[in-house]
Structure formats: structure tokens, C-alpha cells
């Protein structure tokens, strides 16, 4: 078969990146050819199968840097030759309001940006679609560059994809949702990550429930996993006669959405209590969110952030760490929960809606120990009650399984994860 994947951002620095670099590896392995559109900077690296042509868009990342010509752009990359276009003229727009790199949010965008946007992207979409000639082209969400190459592609087989930051740009962006809602409800399939999304993305776009499937999400199993990975009792000999502390985690974008200040203020509270054993946390991801990052410029010992790491440095991190907390008020169905399961790590999450349900359906046996979702005053920002309800709740539950962990009093089988790979999400897509 031959597929064509789309997204507007970049393919490898957020979570809808990965899911779509994953589907792309796993069809490769499974033969199929392909071709990738995406939206990046011209020197960041975009890393793709042998044979599959990347057609980019380039973005400027920065306000006072002249786009980029055509001559002049360049990838690390395996770039189709000639497939480059005019550079746009401001930084890649991002489906997070707060994205780990420079962007643009999408209700900014002007008439005229959005006029640019849509030549850039259909001048790839076409190159690609005249090249590859694809039997099937998957867009990632359900916004603006999907409704475009429905648009622009009216007799092409389209699928969608939704990761949830879609959802909530819909709500957030009145002056595109018109534009977006009339072309989306024409894609021929709509994939949602779980039940509660189908049926808001039934809802949304008046789609009916024949054209929307829950396709769910995967890891990258020989990434993620227990392979190295030591027991606290091996730590503990090796350490001699010095604590081994509990090691926590958290892996994402740091900004409020993601309930990052709420986590930092568990953390602060739990060092300060002297019945907590010891414990060491690692902080990996992006920051954009200035209120955030002078937290991060005045972190205690114990706390390290690494900024933005790359998935191999990501699943060592995991085989090491005995928790992972995600504390996060949207999400639509979080990657790192599942890897950091996977690898052996006890996640610990906010009870996001529609997450729980599906991890219970999908994973035999999981551990995620869930924080209740806090009062919520918009999609996703929390009331100042909840905030302050939410991190109490988030400071007992880490409490009580640091207490836990060291104690050595955990019990129950480990969770099998091994029936949600990326193989087998690929597979589902190619089936419909």
C-alpha cells in the first residue's frame, strides 16, 4: 500500500509527533511505501525509514529571522530532492498553546498567515500526492491542515487522527472552528483514542458513528522495557552502606496545563517531611512557560531537569526510575504512561477522562495509581479549589507509594503491556 502521513509540527518532539514517527516505522518494517508532510525548522533533524520521502515545510524560528528561500534550506534529513518550499515567515504553529519549542499558537494567526500556511502546506500535499500517488493519507488532528487537504483532496481516502489538543483548539479558536468543522466532517474516517473521544468527536463535527473508530496508542516495545533494568535490593547491595533513594520522574512539556507547579509543590511539601524516605526526581521536557521556568532555575538538589531528551535517552531514564508522574489536566491519551509502564516505572496520573477506561480494557494487571481530576473552571485550567485540592491529593498518593516503594511492599503482578505495540496499531488503521 501507499500511504501518505501528514502533520503541521514537528514529527518528533511532542506525543502526536511520536505516534505518527511510529506508525511511519512500523508500515515500513510491514513494506508499505510512503511518503511524510511536516512542519519543521531548517536544521532540525527529522529522521525517517530508508525510502520514505519527506516532503517539509520550513518554519522561521524566530520573529527577527528572514524565511527561509528555497535555495537556501536544508535538513539533516532524508528530504525528497526539489520537495522544499517557501519558508513561512513565523515560528511552526503548535496544537499546545504552550509547546516545547518556539510557535505559534493557533488563535493568533492572522487572515494572511493562514492564507500562507494553507499555499505552503498544499504546494507539499500536492507534491507528495503527484509523486507517491497514495492509496490512503493520514492526517494527524482534527484541525486546520486536515480540513485543508480534505479541501484541496476531495477524492483522496483521508483518515484522521485526534491526540485531544485538537479538541481543545476547536473549543479555543472561534474564528477557524467554521472553517475547520464542514471539511473535517467529510474525511472518511475519524480515528479517536478512546470512547470518551468518539463520542465528543461525534459530537463535535456531526460525524456518525460508522465514520469514527477508537484506534487507541502504542509503544515502541524494543524501546521500552524492563531490559537492564535493576531491582531496588541489587541498588541497594551495590550502594553499600548509603540510602538508595526512590527515583520519581516526570517527562513533558513543562508548563501549567501540564500541572508541572503542582507537582513541583508535592515534591517541595514531601521533602520537608521527615516520615518520606529520601527520593530523587528527573524532569525532562520543553519549557516555553516563563512562570515555569523561573521555578526551574531554583530547583532543589534533588530535583534535575534536563530539558528536552531524546527517546533513547527517555527509556533509560524510565528503566531506572521506580515512579512516573504525569499530573496533566488534558491529555488525550498519554504515550509516556504506557512506555514508563512498560519499562517497569509505577505511574502515577491524574484520572484524565476517558484514560482510565481504556488502560483498564487494554493492559492486564496495570499499576497506574490515579489522582482525581481537579474542579475545572475551562478545558484546561483548574479552578484555584481544585489546584489546591489537587495538589494535596497528588502529595498523599506520592507519599503513600514512596513509602511503599522503599518499604519493598508493592505486590501484584507485573502489568502486561505487551497487546498495545505500534504493530498492532498500524495494523487496526490498515484494516478499516
Known sequence: MRILS?????????????????????WARAGHRQAVVCGIYPNDPVDFPEGVACYPVFFTDTASAQPAS?????????VKAGSAVRGLPYPVVGMSDIMPYTSTRYRDLTPH?????????????????AELDPDLIVCHHLFLLTALVRKH???RKIYGISHGTDLRQMVNCDELRELVRPEISRIDKALALHEEQKNTIMEMFGLPESRVTVIGSGYND?????????????????????????????????SRPKGVPQLLDALETLAADQAVPFFEVTLAGGCQDEEVRRRLDTLPDNITWLGQISQDHLAQIFRYSDIFVLPSFFEGLPLVLIEAMASGAVP????????????????????????????????????????KQF???????LRRLIIDIKNGSLSGPAPDTSGITWRGVADRILSL
Request: charged share 20%.
Open 348 to 387: 502515577v496520573s491524574t484520572d484524565l477522562p476517558g484514560v482510565r477506561p481504556w488502560i483498564t480494557a487494554n493492559v492486564p494487571d496495570n499499576n497506574v495509581r490515579f489522582v482525581p481530576m481537579p474542579e475545572m473552571a475551562a478545558i484546561d485550567t483548574p479552578t484555584d479549589n481544585g489546584l
Open 6 to 26: 501528514i502533520t503541521a509540527q514537528k514529527p518528533h518532539s511532542t506525543g502526536s509527533g511520536t505516534y505518527m514517527t511510529e506508525l511511519v516505522r512500523s
Open 153 to 155: 483532496f476531495p477524492d
Open 113 to 129: 498567515m493562514i492564507n500562507q500556511f494553507e499555499d505552503a502546506f498544499i504546494n507539499a500535499v500536492s507534491r507528495a500526492v
Open 70 to 78: 528555497e535555495g537556501s534550506l536544508f535538513a539533516p534529513c532524508k
Open 222 to 254: 524494543a524501546l521500552f522495557n524492563k531490559d537492564g533494568r535493576a531491582g531496588r535490593d541489587d541498588l541497594q547491595q551495590y550502594a553499600g552502606d548509603d540510602e538508595v533513594p526512590v527515583m520519581i520522574c516526570y517527562a513533558g512539556k513543562m
Open 391 to 397: 495538589t494535596e491529593d497528588l502529595t498523599g498518593t
